[in-house]
């Protein structure tokens, strides 16, 4: 099975300022068709999850080009690039290549 | 407008049984593959199961094999999850979820306590 692992766990940042989280596959993410599935998605307090980004960079419609998505392999990151209010919330990686699909631990960002 | 609702969640004993739905609408449901997801109070996102759009193909998490069930009725636009054996660590608002996760209902909850 494929284990995901965010770093950092919380993420303290300055209204304005940029913020990053990384997660790495313990195996690549590559599919045999080429794809690599491995999505972002921010949870809200009380909300459903919200996919924001797929197959590494591409961005949902609606979502800020503030958010953007990189990486390769078995190491990816978002980032964004200025932080603002609404996105305080708990932002997961998951992978979608292989079964069992697994999700990062979390990372909760939060307003300084 | 895509819409997932989910039902069929409440309290259980131990060992007892309950049958989640998650009525869908919106898209074509039959072309879609769907996942359930499950989030304990206060943790984190955990994949529980998942169905190709056929019905042919199942997958479980190892910490529900054996015990859940998925299934779909595609006339219905509905998908399933059986839930049996039911254990306190089962205790989680349980979601739906399109695909890859491009769309999410708001969960039902499950609490299983004596």
Known sequence: DIVMTQTPLSSPVTLGQPA??????????????????????QQRPGQPPRLLIY???NRISGVPDRFSGSGAGTDFTLKISRVE?????????????QFPYSFGQGTK???E | EVQLLE??????????????????????FSNHAMNWVRQAPGRGLEWVSGIFNSGGSTFYA???????????DNSKNTLYLQMNSLRAEDTALYYCARRQG??????????VSS
């Open chain 1, 109 to 111: 960002l939060e307003i």
């Open chain 1, 85 to 97: 209010g609404e996105d305080v919330g708990v932002y997961y990686c998951m992978q979608a290549t």
């Open chain 2, 102 to 111: 491009d769309y999410w209902g708001q969960g039902t909850l499950v609490t």
């Open chain 1, 55 to 57: 197959k590494i960079s």
């Open chain 2, 7 to 28: 039902s069929g969640g409440g309290l259980v004993q131990p060992g007892g049984s309950l049958r989640l739905s998650c009525a869908a609408s919106g898209f074509i």
């Open chain 2, 62 to 72: 190892d910490s529900v094999k054996g015990r859940f069930t998925i299934s779909r």
């Open chain 1, 20 to 41: 990053s989280i990384s997660c790495k596959s313990s195996q690549s993410l590559v599919h045999s068709d080429g794809n690599t599935y491995l999505s972002w998605l």
